[in-house]
């Protein structure tokens, strides 16, 4: 008999709203058609989850897949210095690494239970319908949920920054600058070759922040995902130094700038936003766009603490990241929930402090408004995007109790059956589409290639260290509309 759908049984069923009950949900076409016990199967495919957690596949709202093989190589270091070693001073990779890199992500990512991403991935000028197409044909092949926003500027690394407080030149470019024209061009294209071909993948405009591009790309982007009705996807305020940058660029905050843009709207998601001040955030409030919180990588490079109560409570759509391995050193959307979780005991009264269930519907319904698309729900009419945990390390009591235990002690490890899209793409634990092992050894092959690089990284790194710490440090010291970093005062060892 040909099977029509899938009917997933008798599963104890944890959705974003609602209490526990168990029941059945049928899937067909890729989309969830019923939920309730009893329900007849028809020529579906029956899945039995007795004794089995059914709750919707999470949302990693913002990450860059050209970093999964990265993790454990970068120091702890601010934004700016970071990126010198974690980025730029990396070894060239080919659009056949880009999709081993992609799939090593997609497949951490699935079998902890992760169904959708944003993929916020560095694009090279020079080869983006390679990129492109090599990214996107890993989540095909993974069975993944994916919105692609190719990460591109046009501008000197040199020039997104302030140099206010540098006592030695600005560093000489490091290379030619790029056509913002040829940019949106290469875009176009890729928009052209994927928008609605993919029931799983779609294309999105993503300018890698307002202070790495000039006007010319913005808003040759901004125009293009008018045109196209696509989502729009950029960083804004990660760090306090890009106060400084944004002003000098456009003489005005980035948020302004994104708002005159006609970007700011909902489809537009914004990563980090740490730095915003009150009126910003209500601006992307009134704007229906999306803040998407990246706790791992905003520790990892000590850029602040996003405040996430006053947002929630002010009714601000804020989805839920995990950022590049390269900053975070995992995919794992367990521990960015924990994190999140535990981040906001260091600000503010602890009766504002957001519980797990908060940071919960942060990564289902905000991971879903971020990409445009009905996720993060298993109610009928929602994408059948389902993700089936093993009963044995968590015995649910109450919902509250179960969301709980699941945001601060599980890790991916009772995720047994993954479904994307009406589709069984996990199941034991394992890929059902992909050989992981032969992926595992490509992966070892790559990551090796990337580790004997680590020399050449430190030795680019070093030429750049100290100016870039300058003038970190000066923009740290000045004063700042708002205050973001927790602090130890007096300092340990101070006098007085």
């Not at 970068?74 to 081993?100: E, F, H, Q, S």
């Not at 804020?318 to 794992?332: E, P």
Request: glycine share 10%; aromatic share 6%; charged share 20%.
């Amino acid at each position: 008999m040909i099977t029509s759908g899938i009917l997933v049984r008798r599963a104890t069923i944890l959705d974003a709203e609602g209490p526990l009950q168990v029941a059945d949900i049928r899937a067909e076409g890729g989309t969830i058609t019923a939920v309730g016990p009893g329900l007849r199967p028809g020529s579906a495919r029956v899945i039995e989850a007795d004794e089995m957690v059914a709750m919707p596949g999470l949302i990693n709202a913002h990450t860059h897949s050209t970093q999964n093989l990265d993790r454990g190589t970068t120091p702890n270091l601010p934004l700016d210095l970071w990126l010198m070693w974690a980025v730029l001073g990396k070894c060239p990779i080919t659009a056949d690494d880009r999709y081993t890199l992609a799939m090593a992500g997609a497949l951490e990512m699935l079998e902890s239970g992760c169904t959708a991403v944003l993929d916020h991935g560095w694009v090279p000028p020079w080869d983006f319908e390679d990129y492109s197409e090599a990214v996107m044909s890993a989540y095909a092949d993974a069975g993944m949920r994916a919105g692609l926003a190719p990460m591109i500027g046009d501008l000197d690394i040199f020039d997104t920054m302030s140099f206010a407080g540098a006592s030695q030149p600005k560093p000489e470019p490091l290379g030619d600058p790029f056509d913002p024209q040829g940019l949106v061009e290469s875009m176009t294209g890729f928009f052209d070759r994927w928008q609605d071909a993919h029931s799983r993948l779609t294309p999105m405009v993503g300018p890698s922040a307002p202070q790495r591009c000039s006007h010319e790309l913005m808003d040759g982007l901004a125009r293009l995902a008018r045109e196209r009705g696509a989502g729009f996807h950029t960083h804004v305020l990660e760090t306090r130094t890009q106060i400084a940058a944004n002003l000098e660029r456009y003489g005005r905050s980035s948020v302004s700038y994104l708002e005159d843009l006609g970007v700011l709207q909902a489809g537009a998601s914004l990563a980090h936003c740490v730095w915003m001040d009150p009126d910003e955030y209500s601006t992307v409030r009134r704007c229906g766009a999306t803040i998407v919180h990246n706790p791992v990588s905003n520790l990892r490079c000590g850029s602040g603490i996003l405040p996430v109560a006053d947002l929630l409570e002010g009714g601000t759509s804020v989805a839920l990241g995990a950022d590049g391995a390269a900053s975070n050193d995992n995919q794992n959307m367990f521990e960015a929930m924990k994190f999140a979780t535990l981040l906001q005991t260091l600000h503010g009264s602890h009766l504002r402090w957001p519980q797990a269930p908060a940071i919960w519907k942060m990564c289902l319904q905000g991971g879903a408004a971020a990409l445009g698309q009905p996720l993060g729900s298993l109610q009928p009419g929602s994408a059948a995007d389902i993700v089936l945990l093993d009963t044995e390390r968590h015995v649910p009591v109450h919902a509250e109790g179960l969301v709980t235990s699941l945001v601060l002690a599980e890790h991916g490890e009772s995720v047994h059956t993954v479904i994307v899209d009406g589709e069984m793409v996990v199941s034991e634990g394992r890929s059902t589409r992909v050989d992981t092992d032969a992926m595992a050894a490509r992966s070892r092959d790559l990551q090796r290639r990337l580790h004997e690089n680590l020399p050449e990284r430190q030795a680019f790194y070093d030429r750049y260290v100290d100016v870039l710490t300058e003038i970190h440090d000066y923009e740290m010291a000045r004063p700042a509309p708002v205050e973001r970093l927790a602090r130890i005062t007096p300092a340990f060892g101070a006098t007085d």
